[in-house]
């Protein structure tokens, strides 16, 4: 992914922002720019004097360390989802951040898409009334044995914390508490290596209740193809579908609690009328969250995707994971020491052996992967 960023910015697809200096642990990757500085791991670029901001794009469990270091170093950070791989970590890296001026964002580029930019405006607004009831289907992120074994630090708990939920679903956590908020309970349910030979989850289903009483359901899985993305929301004001590029709202002409309490019959319904929103592409995203960045330090601009709400989707799959383990409800907030004890007894005891990587024949554009 770092490839990604260096390569949109360099293609000056983000004004004012300067691809300055590179680092990684493999100095084969900085051939690929030769005319950019290279450092052979990012505290030497973070003590150079050469940024002015970072970006991290490292598998996950750096993200708190040099975060914290860069953090602290005066720079203006932007970490890659997840922003760490427990809550506990999450804390330590949010607690870092002490100066107002400086600005720290997470890539959660699925914000800049318009149709849950249109979904956030019409559940904050109050138009849809209370919501009841979310069921999301997130079944469209397969991946291949090759894809797990491409890299050693990917699908294991040592190296990557997670499965389905640390490394693609982050976005949709994201997405679900940034639409409706954190629930108060969590029952998970998940499978570890159902559909590849991995050690983590590749196959969710997860049950939440929130305070005010809505019921929510996620379930997603990387072992299923061709898969389905499909978010369905009950509110007073009808019912929502997000399917593909379309939104289909069937609304209640009368709050169904409403109609409820005065309709006389027993078998009415509501009203209703309906009404499509379509969209065209997926907004900006990662140069979206890119342009946002540069314009929150250079000019102030509120952040799309702040960095200290992070920790919720985090905070969401951790929980998931920790509830599925012991075979119980969850009740938010979690304990996050708790949690990071529990992951390092699952290093510790871990006794999974990676397969042997193997040279891919396949197609490896990268974009196929959003």
Same mark, same amino acid.
């Given at each position: 992914?770092?490839?990604?960023?260096?390569?949109n910015?360099?293609?000056?697809e983000?004004?004012?922002?300067k691809l300055?200096?590179l680092?990684d642990?493999d100095?084969?990757?900085?051939?690929?720019f030769?005319?950019?500085?290279?450092?052979?791991?990012a505290?030497?670029?973070?003590?150079?004097?050469?940024v002015?901001a970072?970006?991290i794009?490292?598998?996950h469990y750096?993200?708190?360390?040099?975060?914290?270091e860069?953090?602290?170093?005066?720079?203006h950070?932007?970490?890659?989802?997840?922003?760490?791989?427990?809550?506990a970590?999450?804390?330590?890296?949010?607690a870092?951040?002490?100066?107002?001026e400086?600005?720290?964002?997470?890539?959660f580029?699925?914000r800049?898409d318009?149709?849950y930019?249109?979904?956030k405006?019409?559940?904050?607004?109050?138009?849809?009334?209370?919501?009841?009831r979310?069921n999301?289907?997130?079944t469209?992120?397969?991946?291949?044995?090759?894809y797990?074994?491409?890299g050693?630090?990917?699908?294991?708990?040592?190296?990557?914390g997670g499965?389905?939920?640390?490394?693609?679903c982050?976005?949709?956590?994201?997405l679900?508490?940034w639409?409706?908020?954190?629930?108060?309970?969590?029952?998970g349910f998940?499978?570890y290596?159902?559909?590849?030979? %991995? =050690?983590?989850?590749?196959d969710v289903t /997860? @049950?939440?209740?929130y305070?005010?009483? &809505?019921?929510g359901l996620?379930i997603?899985?990387?072992?299923?193809a061709?898969?389905t993305?499909?978010l369905?929301?009950a509110a007073?004001r009808?019912?929502?579908?997000?399917?593909g590029?379309?939104l289909?709202?069937l609304?209640n002409?009368?709050?169904t609690?409403?109609?409820?309490?005065e309709?006389?019959?027993?078998?009415?319904?509501?009203?209703?009328?309906?009404e499509s929103?379509?969209?065209e592409?997926?907004?900006?995203?990662?140069?979206?969250?890119l342009k946002?960045?540069?314009?929150?330090?250079?000019?102030g601009?509120?952040l799309?995707?702040p960095?200290a709400?992070?920790i919720?989707s985090v905070?969401?799959?951790?929980?998931?994971?920790?509830?599925?383990?012991?075979k119980e409800? %969850? =009740?938010?907030?979690?304990?996050?020491a /708790? @949690?990071?004890?529990?992951?390092?007894? &699952?290093i510790?005891?871990?006794?999974?052996v990676k397969?042997?990587?193997?040279?891919?024949?396949?197609?490896?554009?990268?974009?196929?992967?959003f």
């Amino acid at each position: 992914m770092g490839q990604a960023h260096a390569k949109n910015i360099l293609a000056g697809e983000v004004p004012g922002l300067k691809l300055a200096a590179l680092a990684d642990a493999d100095p084969a990757r900085g051939e690929a720019f030769p005319d950019v500085p290279f450092f052979e791991n990012a505290s030497e670029l973070i003590a150079s004097g050469s940024v002015e901001a970072v970006l991290i794009a490292t598998p996950h469990y750096a993200h708190t360390k040099i975060g914290i270091e860069a953090l602290e170093a005066g720079l203006h950070v932007l970490v890659e989802k997840p922003i760490s791989v427990h809550k506990a970590d999450c804390q330590r890296l949010i607690a870092a951040h002490q100066r107002d001026e400086q600005v720290f964002a997470a890539m959660f580029n699925q914000r800049t898409d318009p149709k849950y930019v249109k979904l956030k405006e019409l559940i904050d607004s109050g138009e849809l009334g209370r919501v009841n009831r979310i069921n999301w289907t997130v079944t469209d992120w397969f991946r291949t044995e090759q894809y797990y074994i491409s890299g050693g630090w990917r699908a294991t708990w040592n190296g990557e914390g997670g499965g389905v939920l640390l490394n693609q679903c982050p976005h949709q956590l994201d997405l679900w508490q940034w639409l409706f908020g954190m629930p108060s309970s969590v029952r998970g349910f998940c499978d570890y290596g159902r559909f590849h030979d %991995i =050690e983590v989850e590749d196959d969710v289903t /997860a @049950y939440m209740e929130y305070s005010d009483g &809505k019921k929510g359901l996620l379930i997603t899985t990387t072992g299923e193809a061709p898969g389905t993305n499909r978010l369905e929301i009950a509110a007073e004001r009808g019912r929502l579908i997000l399917e593909g590029s379309t939104l289909v709202w069937l609304r209640n002409e009368t709050e169904t609690s409403h109609f409820s309490k005065e309709c006389t019959s027993s078998f009415d319904k509501p009203e209703t009328t309906e009404e499509s929103f379509e969209f065209e592409g997926n907004g900006e995203q990662h140069v979206g969250i890119l342009k946002n960045f540069v314009a929150a330090i250079l000019e102030g601009a509120p952040l799309t995707a702040p960095a200290a709400e992070g920790i919720h989707s985090v905070e969401l799959a951790n929980s998931i994971i920790h509830s599925s383990d012991l075979k119980e409800t %969850i =009740e938010l907030p979690l304990d996050g020491a /708790a @949690y990071a004890d529990a992951l390092q007894d &699952k290093i510790t005891n871990s006794t999974y052996v990676k397969p042997e990587q193997k040279a891919s024949t396949g197609d490896q554009d990268f974009s196929k992967s959003f």
